[in-house]
């Protein structure tokens, strides 16, 4: 590995601390080196704070050193007035010389344009440096302005004989088939994605938070879909804990608009596209990522429309000799690892 692939890769890494808290910006990593010495580093701002690459250069204590160093980001410095001003222009202040970049930023508002910038104000520019790494990193953002969609995670979690539901319950509680570690785990994911998406039978049979318990971070934006009006209005999903919508076949008055609460209308008719519409009302609210957590037939929707980008699957030790089926899909396994009894597979669409 390279001196400029070693510093791409820590610029990945500590990104990561941005996760669940920059959009809709990317969760961009930054960092300064001078004579093979990293002397500045940063990662995104929560969204409306700095850029990484402020954050990196704010870092150096010496700023003299600016002139003789080289910036390393993981995507390439924004050339347009947002929340804050160009990172671009911010280089080219400093006079930093070298400029290494992950990966272009394909965003219409950029698209080569910082590129072009350095260009001009005679930067060394080396472009493309772990770049199908630094486009998995910003795949989210990368999902979301080029599929004009947010990023699909499929979560679900099934007994070893197959099963993700029993058939009949006598409570209306979830049944676990996962343990504890594997919960919180889940808990973790919340935080990290802005949206989390259940249908009606999961909310009519387990009435859900879709909260973040088990760990600390922002709650995700729940999704309800309500085709036929069947929920109260006293269901766990509409309390005021975090923004919720609905996805309906009409606007009724038993849910109105509240500060917290919104209503979208989609057509449900078997013969269109159901997962394709629920995007686009996503997109419509800027979600670049979601979580969708069931039941079967929701799940089953998004696969059989092609509309997931990876698939994240719980198995436990519990039987249920009969039930619902879990979901059948194609996809890359692209890690398999064990939490205590239970195993999770992680798999992409290809």
């Not at 343990?179 to 998406?197: D, F, P």
């Not at 929920?231 to 919508?245: C, G, H, R, S, Y």
């Not at 994240?312 to 996809?331: C, E, I, L, Y």
């Amino acid at each position: 590995m390279s001196n400029h692939e070693t510093y791409i890769k820590r610029c990945i890494e500590i990104a990561k601390n941005g996760l669940g808290t920059t959009r809709p910006n990317p969760m961009v990593g930054s960092l300064i080196v001078y004579n093979d010495k990293i002397i500045g580093e940063g990662f995104t701002s929560t969204y409306g704070g700095n850029h990484a690459e402020v954050n990196a250069i704010n870092s150096v204590k010496d700023k003299s050193l600016l002139k003789d160093a080289t910036i390393y980001v993981t995507l390439e410095p924004c050339s347009h007035y947002g929340k804050t001003p160009p990172c671009s222009d911010l280089i080219i202040k400093h006079q930093i010389p070298n400029v290494v970049i992950g990966c272009i930023d394909d965003n219409i508002q950029v698209a080569g344009k910082g590129i072009e910038k350095l260009k001009k104000a005679d930067c060394n520019l080396i472009v493309g440096v772990l770049e199908n790494e630094c486009k998995d990193h910003h795949k989210r953002f990368f999902t979301f302005h080029n599929k004009k969609r947010p990023y699909i995670i499929l979560k679900w979690a099934e007994t070893s004989d197959g099963f993700i539901a029993p058939e009949t319950k006598n409570e209306q509680k979830p049944v676990w088939i996962t343990n504890e570690y594997s919960r919180q785990l889940v808990h973790k994911w919340r935080t990290e994605e802005q949206a989390i998406l259940v249908g009606t039978h999961t909310v009519l049979q387990d009435n859900p938070s879709l909260t973040v318990r088990d760990w600390t971070g922002q709650n995700p934006i729940r999704i309800v879909l309500d085709k036929d009006e069947k929920l109260p209005k006293d269901m766990n999903v509409f309390n005021k804990q975090a923004e919720t919508i609905v996805i309906g076949s009409k606007i009724h008055n038993q849910k109105p608009k509240t500060q917290n609460l919104n209503l979208e209308v989609i057509n449900w008719d078997l013969k269109t596209s159901i997962a394709k519409q629920i995007c686009d009302c996503l997109y419509k609210h800027s979600i670049n990522s979601i979580i969708i957590e069931g039941g079967a037939k929701t799940l089953q929707t998004f696969i059989d429309e092609n509309l997931w980008d990876e698939a994240r699957v719980f198995t436990g030790t519990t039987q249920f000799k009969n039930g619902v089926k879990a979901p059948t899909f194609s996809g890359k396994l692209i890690s398999e690892e064990k939490i205590v009894t239970d195993i999770l597979k992680i798999y992409k669409n290809d």
